[in-house]
């Protein structure tokens, strides 16, 4: 079982598609197991994005993702690292395939309405900058068993 940050980006909360996108993750599956609405401040959006600081395009992208809250959640499930990626489409909405949330609500290489953790480096790194231990819930959904396979690790 895998975890994983989400970002409902000020773009996703100021266009009212929060419930648009939090409905897709639940119909395919994933358990929320943290959630809440808050500002990112310009320091926490470099620690995040700090491998993007130096790029030329960091300085509106730090204006971006600090102009309007945004919704941060962990989400858990089997290889929801990957699938959360696969649910988001290409960087850009521009390119992003049509099915994928970004293929399908953004056309903007920035204002791409989701972020999801890259790897399992990066979400164990991303989810303790939004989120404190006790926040984080361990729970069993009672559907489960009907979710996966019990022989599905
Ligand atoms: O979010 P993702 O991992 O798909 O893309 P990234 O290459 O790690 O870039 C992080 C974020 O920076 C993107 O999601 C865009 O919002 C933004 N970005 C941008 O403003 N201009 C670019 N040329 C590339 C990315
Ligand atoms: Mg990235």
Redesign the pocket.
């Given at each position: 079982m895998q975890r994983t940050l989400i970002l409902l980006?000020p773009d996703c909360v100021q266009r009212r598609l929060m419930g648009e996108v939090i409905s897709r993750f639940e119909a395919k599956g994933l358990n929320f197991v943290a959630m809440k609405l808050m500002r990112v401040t310009p320091e926490l959006a470099k620690k995040h994005?700090a491998?993007?600081v130096e790029?030329e395009?960091?300085p509106?992208?730090e204006l971006?993702?600090t102009g309007a809250p945004v919704l941060a959640a962990v989400v858990e499930g089997l290889d929801v690292i990957s699938v959360v990626?696969s649910m988001?489409g290409?960087?850009?909405g521009l390119k992003a395939e049509p099915g994928t949330i970004?293929g399908d609500f953004s056309s903007?290489?920035?204002?791409?309405l989701?972020?999801?953790s890259?790897g399992p480096e990066a979400a164990e790194r991303e989810i303790h900058l939004y989120f404190s231990q006790e926040e984080l819930l361990d729970f069993e959904p009672t559907i489960t068993p009907w979710v996966r396979a019990s022989d599905e690790a």
């Open positions: 980006k994005y491998e993007h790029k395009w960091y509106t992208l971006f993702i990626r988001l290409a960087t850009s970004r903007s290489r920035q204002m791409n989701v972020h999801g890259d």
